[in-house]
């Protein structure tokens, strides 16, 4: 006797679970449309501006590139202390330059640019 009372009363949750999870979706009220369209009140004649306000960043990159050519190297003085100025050893045949506030790794017989750094 307990055991079909125990398992009429889970059959019929069982059936209820079944049944609520086929249940057509609540139809939902949609919001009320309003034929009213926004208004701004203002004086007649008066327009407001946008003030719009840009921020202006400077990104300064320098022009120099690997394998390009640098013509007038030769009016420039060597850097003999790269080591001071944290730049790496040039190789044979490479000297350092300063031009404006960048330093270049140039070739001496040639004026290739081998590296181009940022001076501090």
């Known amino acids: ?26 139809v939902q009220p949609s ?7 926004q208004v701004d009140w203002q004086k007649p ?4 501006k946008k003030v719009v ?8 990159r320098s022009h120099w590139r690997n394998g390009q050519k640098y013509s007038s ?14 730049l790496r050893r040039p190789g044979p045949g490479q000297e350092w330059i300063r031009v404006g506030n960048d330093y270049l790794l140039v070739s001496i017989v040639s004026g290739i640019i081998f590296g181009a750094i940022a001076a501090h």
């Open 1 to 26: 006797m307990k055991r079909l009372i125990l398992s009429v009363v889970t059959g019929s949750m069982l059936a209820v679970t079944a049944f609520s999870g086929q249940a057509a979706p609540l």
């Open 53 to 60: 306000v840009k921020k202006k960043v400077v990104v300064r």
């Open 73 to 86: 190297w030769k009016r420039h003085q060597a850097v003999r202390d790269w080591n001071r100025y944290g």
């Open 45 to 48: 004649g008066v327009t407001k």
């Open 31 to 37: 919001a009320p449309q309003s034929n009213y369209t």
